[in-house]
């Protein structure tokens, strides 16, 4: 078959064409239909199923978190029930307003009956913080080292809330045991619902 040939075909007759030529121009028209419906056709529907199967990923880590929690539900109830009751009793622990002022007096009790000399004992003012209020207490106590170590441990047994806060000790005298020691202590009230 000759080049020459090829002028000659016409597309009215593609019937009577050679079956090489009638290969080639089948083989032809399959790949521009191919390519064509691939562009037109399946290329966009491939950016869809990129972004659904991205989808589908998300979706998926969202039940595994999901059925994690329901798995657990039962104990997060449980945990919550006795979270509850936890702060409950530390709430108890705090004084309300009313019990602030036997408070104090239970401080400087535990201070006087373990032996100490009170030189200031000054409660400032609240200090709001979320749900409760802090009381600080600026104490300047002489007495010995173990007299403070019982007076510390004494207002740790009481039953409210009373932390310790910059706490420095000196010496008093040069021939005494006894040392003075400037102490801040901190009580926190619970705001009651009036408040």
Sequence with gaps: MELSS???????????WPLAIKGLA???L??????GGYYYIIKDKEVALASAEAKELSLKQVYAAKY???VNLEAYKEQMKKMKVA???MLKQLPRKSEVADLLVDISRSGLVNGLEFQLFRPGGEHPI???AELP???TVTGTYHQFGAFVSAVASLPRIV????FTLTPSGKDSDKMTMNITAKTYRYFDEQE
Excluded at 163 to 166: E, G, I, L, S
């Design 163 to 166: 932390t310790m806060h910059n």
């Design 87 to 89: 702060f409950a009793s």
């Design 30 to 35: 399959c790949v521009l239909i191919w390519v």
């Design 68 to 70: 994690a929690k329901a």
């Design 6 to 16: 090829l002028n000659d075909l016409d597309f009215n007759e593609s019937g009577e």
């Design 130 to 132: 979320d749900f409760y």
């Design 137 to 139: 207490i600026q104490m």
């Design 26 to 28: 089948i083989t032809l």
